[in-house]
């Protein structure tokens, strides 16, 4: 039982290259999110996405991209990393349809990311 | 606006029972999850609560009450292992879930 799968654990990246955060999940789920979590601060969502084809900002977007081609793949793009994207992602996924309300989030075990 | 307030860190003794509480202002609500963090690893559900009133869950119980925008998870006979950052995590619309700073909890012998 996979759950939710991260490439890379950890990746130090210079200021304005590009990157590639992978993400794929074994479950089925249709919902699936990138987060970002910065010391002392919660989880806060970059992008989200309700199915294969569809995808949705979140509250902190900027400096990132999302692509949904699969159920199972919801890679999150860098490109022109900054200091500030210095932080560590989780990616997520939850079951359920329009009504589900409680299906919980299954996290990735993360990618640390260091920016300089 | 959202807002969800956690104490930032507790601390408690192994065998003791703990209350960590969770003050939310949310527009819309929608349900609000605990999940445990150990150190360097990803969020694990532990609960959610919709109704008003006390979900038990083994070691494990949460409390919400809708009408003062509280909740609190407790945990009882504490474990060592127990060690980690809980998150309080209310869902205002559908794909809205606002997670708060989170509470880090250490447990000593």
């Known amino acids: 039982n996979a759950g939710v799968t991260q490439t890379p654990k950890f990746r130090i990246l210079k200021i304005g290259q590009s990157m590639t955060l992978q993400c794929t999940q074994d479950m089925n789920h249709n919902y699936m999110y990138w987060y970002r979590q910065d010391p002392g601060m919660g989880l806060k969502l970059i992008y989200y996405?309700?199915?294969?084809?569809?995808?949705d900002k979140g509250e902190v977007p900027n400096g990132y991209n999302v692509s949904r081609s699969t159920t199972e793949d919801f890679p999150l793009r860098l490109e022109l990393a900054a200091p500030s994207q210095t932080s560590v992602y989780f990616c997520a996924s939850r079951s359920g349809t329009s009504s589900s309300y409680n299906s919980p989030l299954h996290f990735g075990n993360g990618t640390r990311l260091t920016v300089t | 606006g959202q807002n969800i307030d956690q104490p930032t860190e507790m601390t408690a003794t192994e065998g003791a029972i703990v209350q960590i509480n969770c003050t939310y202002q949310t527009s819309g609500f929608n349900g609000l999850f605990w999940y445990q963090q150990h150190a360097g690893e990803a969020p694990t559900f532990l609960s959610y609560n919709v109704l008003d009133g006390l979900e038990e869950k083994g070691r494990f119980s949460s409390f919400l009450s809708r009408s003062k925008g509280y909740s609190y998870l407790l945990l009882k006979e504490l474990q060592m292992k127990d060690s980690a950052s809980y998150l309080c995590a209310v869902r205002g619309g559908f794909q809205k879930l606002v997670f708060g700073t989170g509470t880090r909890l250490l447990v000593s012998p």
């Open positions: 996405s309700v199915g294969a084809g569809i995808t």
